[in-house]
Antibody
Framework: EVQLVESGGGLVQPGRSLRLSCTAS????????MSWVRQAPGKGLEWVGF??????????EYAASVKGRFTISRDDSKSIAYLQMNSLKTEDTAVYYC??????????????WGQGTLVTVSS | QSALTQPASVSGSPGQSITISCTGT?????????VSWYQQHPGKAPKLMIY???KRPSGVSNRFSGSKSGNTASLTISGLQAEDEADYYC?????????FGGGTKLTVL
């Protein structure tokens, strides 16, 4: 059974950093691209970014709203994807979902989702 | 990176069919066959219902179908059931990034 479990969320002050982890199981993690999607309280879904598998270069893509502040990485030996969030803003407050992406090179088909972890940016 | 346009709400009676539209541009929906649809019940994570425009993942009812014409994608749910009441989001690859629609609340009357 495919499972994605996010961790690392919490309350953080504006301007500070936070790292989220997504621990995967039930599939060969290294074979898949992974994406992060967020949802602000009471709002819709927003794509954050994507990391390709090593077979496709392990390269990343980001939404304009987080580019230069957020970094996605992966450790295939541990089946973990990371979302490093720097220079956090109040508008980054959201539930952050880790997703498995069906697209090898192009993101956008998220077939499995974690339960989400809440990040609250507030002073 | 503008959001795709969806109606805020749609409704239908049990057994009826409804269609949710998702309008983008020639830079996203119109250019790629990478439109997906997600169902989200309150307090739950989204669930993939349709991918690559019209493909259904294993386990998703064949009452759900997807299509695309030009810059507009559509999700049709036939034989509406009470458990279909949820928020639905469309999503499209848009050339180095991904864009979601604002979401549609489906009410089963």
């Amino acid at each position: 059974e495919v499972q994605l479990v996010e961790s690392g969320g919490g309350l953080v002050q504006p301007g500070r950093s936070l790292r989220l982890s997504c621990t995967a199981s039930g599939f060969t993690f290294g074979d898949y691209a992974m994406s992060w999607v967020r949802q602000a309280p009471g709002k819709g879904l927003e794509w954050v970014g994507f990391i390709r598998s090593k077979a496709y270069g392990g390269t990343t893509e980001y939404a304009a709203s987080v580019k230069g502040r957020f970094t996605i990485s992966r450790d295939d030996s541990k089946s973990i994807a990371y979302l490093q969030m720097n220079s956090l803003k109040t508008e980054d407050t959201a539930v952050y979902y880790c997703t498995r992406d069906l697209g090898w090179e192009l993101p956008g088909d998220f077939d499995y989702w974690g339960q989400g972890t809440l990040v609250t940016v507030s002073s | 990176q503008s959001a795709l346009t969806q109606p805020a709400s749609v409704s239908g009676s049990p057994g009826q069919s409804i269609t949710i539209s998702c309008t983008g541009t020639s830079s996203d929906v119109g250019s790629y066959n990478l439109v997906s649809w997600y169902q989200q019940h309150p307090g739950k994570a989204p669930k993939l219902m349709i991918y690559e425009g019209s493909k259904r993942p294993s386990g998703v009812s064949n009452r759900f179908s997807g299509s695309k014409s030009g810059n507009t994608a559509s999700l049709t749910i036939s034989g509406l059931q009470a458990e279909d009441e949820a928020d639905y989001y469309c999503c499209s690859y848009a050339g180095s990034h991904v864009v979601f629609g604002g979401g549609t609340k489906l009410t089963v009357l």
